[in-house]
């Protein structure tokens, strides 16, 4: 069965009870590894709500001795996400020109989140991979964001063994930290968004879009 995306109506007809946490640099954060690859002047791409902050912490005391999480990428500003969304919509609108585009924004939508639902742009989304406490990152079958291929869902069977057992480890510490996982996307967590909601069966969503 197809996936549920994020611009489903399932998901974007989830209601936002704004909570009012900020967003807070998680480099501040002693416990927290942040990794600068998608760094930008702002720093907005270090930043997450309280809460998930909170969680990843909690989470990170569940991994096995001698690994931590390697922070990617959190909040992301709502033009920079419409930017990413646009971009991707148009690589599949080259590929294919005879598509519909309520159907080319749908497929992008398995990997990329329209910017009007997007938790990145909620400060309620962390793209994370694990490394040692030295900082080698661990094999994960793929790259934090490449998209180019199957491999990057989470629960894919075309990775090799330690790849499958790395991504089992950082699923269950994050899911026992009350996170919740985009399938296309195994670094893409989020709590307190639309998605978590949908995912959880939460009522209602507690981060909407945020801004620095």
């Known amino acids: 069965m197809d996936m549920v995306v994020l611009s489903d109506p399932e998901v974007v007809g989830i209601p936002v ?37 909170d969680r990843l912490v909690t989470a990170q005391t569940l991994l096995p001795a001698g690994l931590r999480f390697l922070i990617v990428e959190g909040y992301r500003p709502a033009e920079l996400q419409k930017q990413y969304f646009d971009a991707f919509v148009h690589r599949l609108r080259v590929k294919d020109p005879a598509a519909a585009e309520a159907d080319l924004r749908r497929r992008a939508a398995r990997y990329i989140s329209p910017p009007e639902v997007a ?29 180019d291929t199957t491999a990057c869902h989470t629960d894919s069977t075309e990775i090799d063994a330690r790849a499958i057992q790395n991504r089992r480890l950082l699923g269950a510490a994050l899911s026992a930290a009350g996170l919740v996982n985009y399938p296309s996307e195994w670094w893409h967590w989020s709590y307190g968004d639309r998605y978590w909601a949908y995912v959880s069966g939460a009522g209602h969503a507690c981060y909407g879009p945020a801004e620095v």
């Open 17 to 53: 009870v704004e909570c009012g946490e900020p967003l807070i640099d998680v480099r501040k954060i002693a416990a927290l590894r942040v990794d600068g690859r998608l760094a930008d002047p702002q720093g907005c791409f270090a930043r997450l709500r309280v809460g998930m902050v």
């Open 119 to 147: 938790p990145h742009v909620a400060g309620a989304a962390v793209d994370v991979t694990l490394c040692t406490v030295y900082g080698a990152e661990l094999a994960m079958g793929t790259e934090v964001n490449d998209t």
